[in-house]
């Protein structure tokens, strides 16, 4: 049976990602699967249950630019560029970056770049800052679904086979986030 969190258990929702956990978490405009970056035996989980191609990749999403740093090659983004960057976030802008070898190749799928969010919505900061870091978000639904807006939704998707649902409001966006090249300004998903 998979467990229900709430934003005062955010102990216990940090305590299942550490032990391989898939956890299903509101972001700004619907719920996020989301698992340690580095346990790829959690990652294929959650790709199992999105009964997603592991080719596609997912985004990290982070409290704050210090938990995604390390994953941004930082040499080939003009610092003009990492300004306009960082002066969008916190906030509900996701962007691709030159990745470094600290991103797992797992997570970025067959993409040359990692896709990075600093979110403003304060339940899925909240849960990065416990968590110590940067975590898996891609929308929580079955491949071909509409994603989860809610709590019960994601449970209807997935039941038992999920390990855990953080049960907190979304974050009032109509969309997910808008995606785009950071060194090229191209949006990638609008």
């Known amino acids: 049976m998979s467990s229900n969190y709430t934003l005062a258990d955010l102990d216990g929702a940090v305590a299942l990602l550490r032990r391989g956990g898939v956890l299903a978490y509101p972001t700004e405009a619907v719920y996020g699967l989301g698992c340690d970056p580095h346990d790829q035996g959690a990652f294929e989980r959650l790709f199992a249950l999105k009964q997603r191609p592991p080719t596609q990749g997912v985004l990290l999403i982070a409290a704050d630019f210090a938990q995604v740093e390390r994953y941004v090659d930082l040499a080939k983004v003009p610092a003009e560029v990492l300004a306009q960057v960082q ?104």
């Open 87 to 190: 002066a969008s976030w916190p906030g509900p802008n996701t962007w691709i970056f030159p990745r470094t070898a600290a991103v797992p190749a797992w997570v970025a799928g067959t993409h040359a770049g990692i896709a990075l969010r600093v979110t403003a919505h304060a339940p899925a900061a909240a849960l990065c800052r416990a968590w110590g870091g940067a975590l898996v978000s891609t929308s929580a639904n079955p491949h071909g679904e509409p994603p989860a807006r809610s709590a019960q939704t994601v449970r209807d998707y997935f039941g038992d086979a999920l390990d855990g649902v953080l049960d907190a409001p979304l974050g009032g966006q109509e969309r997910p986030t808008v995606i785009r090249d950071a060194l090229g300004g191209a949006i990638i998903r609008a």
